[in-house]
């Protein structure tokens, strides 16, 4: 007699499929769909301000991801972002009582909403997963370019197969750099400007595409040698931080201490930069912190 047939009120789990395999399995099926109603958005809302915009795609890939992944994992807590209120203190409470499981899904269906409603095509699904607070698996998946950058702790990212790895730019001088303007304009955005104004004076050229799940993605397959912004939650970073990492660059908050689940203050880089963008930041009293 199997699971179901004892007692029909235990859901069947699909057993044998590896954590990895489902997040790029939920990923790049979210992707899909999520490129398929580009331009065709039924609902637009905003959040807490009008610069802060969720849409019928934001919450639809979302369930589509939750389901994928209690599918096979049923006893694992999952932190999404349409599932919290918007601000900082908010997701710190979710990310504090994410749930009894020492396994943690942290999931942005759509990093990159306010593209995504425009129709400017940098946007992605990112989705990671913890194990007792720590990063293990991060999986960023690119619909438009159908890129699927995927990280394990300790085996290094790939994309598309291929060994992703940071760029070999030594100096901010000949580094492109991404900066960031999330949507809250009292505290990050001052904090913000103040970081690229000190910044542009020193780098080649700076960069702010509008996701910080891709612009993470890109300082790890080299495009970019560096990314900065204060104000981030845990579902815009958490994967990307993994797939920076693992291929072989470096994740702190503004003032250099090792990146966690909390930091909202991020620097991220190919590591040989590293320290020259924390003291340009922290020269220009942009840290935030
Ligand atoms: P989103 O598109 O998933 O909302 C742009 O600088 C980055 O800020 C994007 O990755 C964007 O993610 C994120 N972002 C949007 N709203 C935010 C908010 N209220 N707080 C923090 N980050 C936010
Ligand atoms: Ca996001």
């Not at 047939?5 to 999520?34: D, L, Q």
């Not at 994928?68 to 972002?81: C, R, V």
């Not at 940098?122 to 995927?150: N, T």
């Not at 100096?171 to 970081?195: I, Y």
């Amino acid at each position: 007699m199997n699971r179901l047939e004892s007692n029909p009120k235990v859901p069947y789990v699909v057993g044998s499929k590896s954590p990895t395999a489902v997040a790029i399995n939920s990923a790049s099926k979210a992707g899909e769909w999520i490129k398929s109603r580009l331009g065709g958005i039924h609902e637009l809302n905003t959040k807490q301000s009008p610069h802060d915009l969720v849409t019928d795609v934001d919450k639809g890939a979302e369930a589509m991801i939750r389901k994928l992944i209690l599918t096979h994992f049923p006893d694992h807590d999952i932190l999404g972002e349409e599932g919290v209120a918007p601000g900082a203190a908010a997701s710190a409470a979710a990310l504090s009582q994410a749930g009894t499981s020492d396994y943690l899904w942290i999931v942005d269906p759509v990093d990159g909403t306010t593209n995504f409603v425009h129709g400017f095509p940098f946007f992605c699904v990112s989705i990671a997963l913890a194990y007792k607070g720590e990063v293990i698996i991060g999986v960023i998946y690119d619909p438009m370019r159908d890129e699927l950058f995927v990280a394990e702790k300790g085996k290094g990212a790939y994309l598309h197969g291929q060994r992703a790895k940071v760029s070999g730019d030594g100096v901010l001088a000949e580094s492109v750099v991404a900066v960031g303007f999330n949507p809250d304009r009292n505290f990050a955005l001052p904090t913000n400007l103040r970081g690229l104004n000190a910044l542009s004076g020193e780098v080649r050229s700076l960069r702010a595409a509008g996701s910080a799940a891709l612009h993470l993605a890109y300082v790890a397959a080299g495009r970019l040698s560096g990314y900065y912004e204060v104000g981030l939650n845990a579902w815009d970073v958490a994967a990307g931080a993994l797939i920076v990492a693992e291929s072989g660059g470096r994740v702190t908050d503004t003032a250099g201490a090792p990146y966690n689940l909390g930091v909202r203050h991020l620097v991220a880089s190919n590591g040989h930069v590293h320290q020259e963008l924390l003291d340009v930041i922290q020269k220009a009293d942009a840290t935030g912190l």
